[in-house]
């Protein structure tokens, strides 16, 4: 069954996505690039409050593909207690010896997820090379956030064989990258571990705006009931919203 991945930028967002039903948090700074990382602080006071009520990721930086750089950013945000760290693959670099440089701490017992991104066309063979160096997962994202959705960038027989690929090697696969409404339906059908929202769920439609109660509930909705697409019905909970989608004061979580 494909689950829903929201990404956070603080605490209040956090918890209003625990509140809305997504499936796993993930943090990250949005105005830091496509994978900005959280002060480390911030993410163990979030994963503090979260209470192991869901999983938590968290992004470690839109770092250069050095492996000793990769590592200790990968082993600080480990020690928050996160539930997986994400690496992104950027253009460029040592990827192999990166890869190699992580597989300690994947042997070691952290989580790591793989992202890669789908509009600087990577080879899909590195999920091989990914699955030997102990990593739990791959995600493939988008590193332009203004070039439009991952389904602009590739197919979906592209989308296809990326989780098929990661499934065959017993990794969690995950597809992203400003991800629209409109792209669940078809995505579903390929049966990814989980969809990522950011932009989808703020105001707007804007990643670097705050998270939108009623874009959380209403995705959240589309993912866990397709079928209620097509009958029109409205997702349960909006009671916690106000009329601009926001969650209500006395709602709660949301201090």
């Known amino acids: 069954m494909t689950r829903m991945l929201a990404s956070v930028a603080n605490l209040e967002e956090a918890l209003l996505v625990l509140q809305a039903g997504a499936d796993l948090i993930d943090l990250k700074a949005p105005a830091a690039g496509a994978l900005g990382a959280l002060p480390p ?28 750089r990769v590592l200790e950013a990968a082993r600080e945000m480990a020690a928050t207690g996160v539930d997986f760290v994400k690496v992104g693959f950027f253009p460029g670099g040592d990827w192999p010896g990166t890869v ?27 999920l091989q090379e990914l699955a030997g160096g102990g990593f739990a997962g791959a995600m493939l994202d988008t590193l332009d956030k203004d070039a439009g959705p991952l389904t602009a960038c590739c197919v979906l027989p592209e989308l296809c064989d990326f989780v098929t690929g990661g499934r065959e090697l017993g990794m969690l696969t995950g597809l992203a990258g400003s991800l629209r409404e409109a792209d669940i339906q078809p995505l579903l059908a390929l049966h990814p571990d989980y969809l990522g929202f950011r932009g989808a769920l703020c105001l707007g439609g804007r990643r670097r705006l705050q998270l939108d109660a009623r874009r959380v509930s209403q995705i959240r909705w589309r993912i866990q009931s397709p079928a ?15 009329a601009g989608g926001r969650l209500r004061r006395d709602s709660p979580g949301t201090d």
Request: proline content about 7%.
């Open 100 to 126: 190699a440089a992580l597989a300690g701490l994947a042997a070691a017992g952290t989580r790591l997820v793989a992202v890669l991104f789908g509009d600087q066309r990577p080879d899909f063979a590195m």
């Open 228 to 242: 209620n697409v097509s009958a029109g019905r409205a997702p349960a909970g909006s009671s916690d919203s106000d």
């Open 41 to 68: 602080e911030a993410v163990r006071q979030i994963v503090t409050a979260v209470a192991g009520r869901r999983p938590v990721s968290a992004t470690i930086g839109d770092l250069p593909m050095e492996p000793a």
